[in-house]
């Protein structure tokens, strides 16, 4: 549950924004001064957002933010939302300058108020989010690159990053530091000062350590200050051999300034694996593609003034038409769509957009010059990213557009961390698998990859018959597990070499309904017991374990029954060699219609017909 402090000298607005954020689940504390929320904070703490009042007696919102951001721990930065009735830009301008996340106009509707919220708290949720998997963090904030070098030291003075933890921090440094061009920068180092906390200067000493570390730096270093008192470093063209050296060359600069030793530095280190500026996607390099739509000129000549500066590429369109057209053939990153344009307007745009792309569909902002009550609202659930009044500011406009992408690159990112993960839960699930099919066929002298074949077979007659990608790779999942039911019968059974007994024979049946019970029991993938249980249906309906017949056997089954057969046939038994491959084509040939589907005995005939060096077979 989100925790909301809620700052404002109106009570009954206190007890309305209260009821709001119960009513969506989350935690309000009501408090009617900055003077009384400073204390408060002081003895709770922070919680997780704050909406602050613009116009409050005795200490107004400006006051308040400035002082609760002094009291501010450094490893949390808690977002602002200011609340104002004023009208215009200005208010506007001046919260966002002064360090609001975001701004709310009262009275509010609900919705907008709650929707304003969350999506600062996901904004934030997401940037903070930890590592996903070992040497590829998320999107780096001043916290997180802390947090990683303090993380990942081994002893003290060294620190090894990986390539991708050393990209993400080279990321978010260059978004800040213009001097950082070279191709050529391979170590990233940290300092810090530790003061006696008794010392009443110790904010003097630590802007002293960074000034004498800054004047000890080459023109080609750039340092970047993380707190008040430590600081990054990042060193072109110095080797692992140099690092020692630079480091004993820095602390000595500042003994000078220290001669008694009376405070502390630490220091860490990495070194990037390989050479070279780390690897940037193509997007970020030629930064983000903005297109704005307006059927007024002037409008849309400012806006691309305005992002152009921010160095955005903005494409200018005149119509929802002409936009449907450009989408067609190229996907930019954001949207500015004005509401109000002759037919289809902007909300219609919109639909036709979520319509023909989907969850393709790019994100969008609202212009209107409409102040009407409730039009945010309206924005808002179509299901826009946010909602620009004309005539806009530049500084609004651009703040609006830069939190819009950075929120949307975080959910990109996530979304591609997620994926990533997801393949990588496939991959070693498939290789779980894999190594039990071994271990089934293992048990069998004479069969030896038998499960792997009859999966590949498997899934290759799915291709043929038109499955997409992933059913194929569902069903060679039942085709590698298809005898798992194999486990619980003696292995003198199923390796004996004469005929077996009827009493051994319905043992070996047995083996469908054993896999079934095992593999019923996986919830991930409920159809992986398909193939193990009816893989020895017959088409005519004789065969086991129930007697099914024609389409009542799930098609899985069906495709897994023929390519079982076409390997018994195709591989050493016990009793006999591999059968010619004319003769397993008439195999398949007589039993179709009875033993197999004629459908999937038909591809499997045309499979055999396109090999003709005989390789489909055991070897």
């Known amino acids: 549950m989100y925790w909301i402090i809620v700052i404002d000298d109106d009570i009954s607005f206190l007890k309305t924004a209260g009821t709001i954020l119960s009513r969506h689940s989350m935690r309000a504390t009501a408090l009617k001064s900055g003077r009384i929320a400073l204390d408060y904070i002081r003895k709770n703490g922070f919680p997780d957002l704050i909406l602050l009042d613009m116009n409050m007696p005795e200490m107004d919102g400006f006051e308040t933010?400035?002082?609760?951001?002094?009291?501010?721990?450094?490893?949390?930065?808690?977002?602002?939302?200011?609340?104002t009735g004023e009208e215009g830009h200005s208010p506007e301008v001046r919260a966002l300058e002064a360090g609001a996340v975001d701004y709310i106009r009262k009275p509010f509707n609900p919705e907008v108020l709650v929707s304003r919220i969350r999506k600062v708290l996901d904004r934030r949720d997401t940037e903070s989010r930890p590592e996903t998997a070992p040497g590829e963090p998320a999107e780096m904030t001043l916290e997180t690159v802390t947090a990683i070098l303090e993380e990942r030291v081994d002893a003290p003075g060294t620190l090894w990053l990986g390539r991708e933890v050393f990209s993400s921090i080279y990321k978010y440094m260059v978004r800040y530091m213009d001097r950082y061009h070279s191709s050529a920068y391979r170590v990233l180092l940290t300092l810090r000062i530790r003061p006696d906390k008794s010392r009443e200067d110790r904010a003097a000493i630590a802007a002293g350590f960074k000034q004498t570390i800054r004047e000890a730096l080459r023109n080609s270093d750039v340092m970047m200050e993380c707190g008040s008192n430590q600081v990054f470093l990042l060193l072109p063209e110095i080797q692992e051999y140099d690092i020692d050296r630079v480091i004993n060359r820095l602390l000595r600069s500042w003994q000078k300034e220290d001669p008694a030793g009376e405070t502390t530095v630490t220091f860490e280190y990495g070194i990037v694996h390989g050479s070279g500026k780390p690897e940037q996607e193509d997007r970020k390099a030629e930064g983000h593609h903005i297109v704005v739509v307006d059927d007024d000129r002037s409008n849309l000549m400012l806006a691309e003034s305005i992002l152009t500066r921010q160095h955005l590429k903005v494409?200018?369109?005149?119509?929802?038409q002409a936009l449907m057209n450009y989408l067609r053939e190229h996907m930019p990153d954001l949207v500015l769509l004005d509401m109000m344009m002759p037919d289809p307007d902007g909300v219609e745009t919109f639909r036709l957009m979520r319509k023909e792309f989907e969850e393709t569909a790019p994100p969008v902002i609202f212009l209107t010059a409409n102040d009407s009550e409730g039009l945010e609202a309206k924005c808002l659930e179509l299901g826009a990213?946010?909602?620009?009044k004309k005539p806009f500011l530049p500084d609004v406009l651009s703040l609006r557009v830069r939190h819009t992408l950075e929120l949307v690159d975080l959910q990109k990112n996530l979304a591609d961390v997620v994926a990533r993960k997801t393949k990588e839960n496939e991959n070693l699930s498939l290789h779980v698998v894999q190594t039990l099919a071994e271990a089934i066929d293992a048990k069998d002298k004479y069969t030896n990859g038998h499960s792997s074949r009859v999966a590949e077979y498997a899934r290759e007659i799915s291709r043929r018959f038109g499955y997409t990608v992933k059913q194929q790779e569902d069903i060679y999942m039942m085709g590698l597990l298809h005898d798992v039911g194999k486990i619980g019968i003696p292995r003198a059974v199923i390796n004996k070499p004469a005929r077996l007994?009827?009493?051994?024979?319905?043992?070996?049946k047995?083996?469908?309904?054993?896999?079934?019970?095992?593999?019923e029991k996986i919830q991930e993938m409920p159809k992986l017991a398909v193939g193990a249980r009816w893989h020895h249906e017959r088409y005519d309906g004789t065969g086991y374990p129930d007697g099914l017949a024609g389409t009542d056997i799930l098609e899985e089954a069906r495709i897994i029954a023929v390519a079982d057969a076409y390997d018994a046939m195709t591989s050493h038994r016990s009793y006999r060699d591999p059968l010619s491959q004319e003769a397993v084509r008439r195999e398949i040939e007589n039993g179709s219609g009875t033993q197999f589907d004629p459908v999937f005995a038909g591809i499997m005939l045309q499979m055999i017909a396109d090999d003709p060096?005989?390789?489909?077979r055991e070897t």
């Open 65 to 83: 933010l400035e002082l609760l951001k002094a009291e501010m721990p450094q490893d949390r930065d808690v977002p602002v939302i200011f609340l």
């Open 510 to 519: 047995e083996h469908p309904v054993m896999g079934y019970r095992i593999l």
């Open 315 to 320: 494409t200018s369109l005149s119509s929802g």
């Open 613 to 616: 060096d005989y390789r489909m």
């Open 501 to 508: 007994t009827e009493e051994e024979y319905a043992l070996i």
């Open 385 to 388: 990213m946010d909602f620009i």
